[in-house]
């Protein structure tokens, strides 16, 4: 089994991108052959400043190998040195409705934010998929606002496969339901762009701010609380250590216990959770070289499995 999974170096990691994509992305790693990369052509869609980009892939690449990515057992690389999948994109590009594209949520979500819809954003989907067949992946580990561009992958590569013969494998998401939509500190999706997010790696005192910050019902203290279900603060405990979060439960279910009390619960539970691997980011920033290294022997691995795949397309379609 193949899996593939990628994530944009536009922003600072948040424990959404962690529990609903990378964690569960590394649990698969243990079951296959696994491809995880930096999606940088991606982040041109939005980013605009060169130094910028080229710092936020190293702090990527960090964030991933700090976060428990093992390099020898996963290829790991920056999507740039796989330009064959932009060579695939285009191809796949004139195969892919324009009404499939326009339906697409995450495209009028962003222009909805105010980003310019230059072609690339609204061809986005078009490179995912291209990202994800180039190496023949079986399934692919996402948070839910991504399964769209899963289904549209599906689409394009059962397009190709009846056109010109079977070549591409037929992707399928993985998503876990239990944290596929992490809410942020206002109950919204937790996102970079709705500036939400508790971030993993950043200032403590920032992420106790936003923690002690995260919007609750106005139960007064001494009530047993109801409506659990919708309190945030627990959601994101849950996902954490679940053993804790029913704790809590109980006990503001009782009444005479606070929100208070649970967003410290919930701060104190996060940094120890992530102690281990601030730590060890801490020690790799000092060994740049060899976070490069790793990229570049991620980038020879995948280059094989890609330039395989491109000789089967570029038959396929009369290339050549
Ligand atoms: P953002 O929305 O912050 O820009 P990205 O689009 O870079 O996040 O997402 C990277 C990965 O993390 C994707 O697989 C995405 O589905 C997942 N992800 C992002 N936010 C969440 C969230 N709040 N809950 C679960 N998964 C998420
Ligand atoms: N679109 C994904 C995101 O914003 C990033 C991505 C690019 C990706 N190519 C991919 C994810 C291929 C999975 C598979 O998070």
Redesign the pocket.
């Known amino acids: 089994m193949r899996i593939l ?1 990628g ?2 170096p ?2 600072k990691l ?1 424990i ?2 962690y ?3 990378m964690r569960p992305a590394f649990e698969l790693a243990q079951k296959g052959e696994a491809f995880y990369f930096i999606a940088d052509y991606h982040a041109l869609t939005s980013v605009r400043d060169a130094v910028e980009l080229r710092q936020n892939v190293l702090d990527v690449a960090l964030d991933f190998l700090a976060c428990g990515l093992d390099p020898t057992k996963t290829v790991f690389y920056r999507q740039s040195d796989v330009p064959q999948v932009t060579e695939l994109s285009w191809i796949l590009s004139c195969l892919t409705p324009l009404p499939m594209l326009e339906n697409c949520v995450s495209y009028k979500d962003k222009i909805a934010q105010g980003l310019t819809p230059n072609a690339g954003l609204f061809t986005y989907p078009v490179l995912q998929a291209a990202d994800i067949l180039i190496v023949q992946s079986n399934v692919v580990p ?5 399964k769209q561009h899963i289904e549209v992958t599906r689409d394009i590569a059962s397009a190709f496969n009846r056109e010109f013969g079977e070549v591409f494998t037929i992707p399928e998401s993985s998503i876990r339901e239990a ?6 500190t206002d109950g919204r ?5 709705y500036g939400n ?1 508790v971030e993993i790696f950043g200032d403590e005192k920032v992420a106790k701010k936003k923690v002690m910050g995260i919007v609750t019902d106005c139960q007064p203290m001494e009530a047993p609380k109801t409506d659990l279900d919708k309190n945030i603060a627990l959601q994101l405990l849950r996902a954490i250590a679940p053993d804790k979060a029913s704790e809590q439960e109980a006990k503001l279910a009782v009444g005479g216990y606070g929100y208070g009390e649970l967003k410290k619960m919930l701060l104190a539970t996060l940094m120890d959770y992530f102690a281990p691997m601030r730590q060890k980011r801490a020690e790799l920033v000092k060994n740049m070289d060899y976070v490069e290294q790793v990229l570049r022997d991620g980038a020879v691995r995948a280059n094989a499995v890609a330039n395989v795949m491109m000789e089967k397309v570029r038959k396929a379609v009369g290339l050549r």
């Not at 999706?189 to 762009?193: E, H, N, Q, R, T």
């Open positions: 999974s994530i944009q536009s922003g948040h959404g991108n529990f609903g994509m996402v948070g839910k606002d991504q944290v596929a939509v992490m809410p942020g999706k937790m996102s970079k762009s997010t």
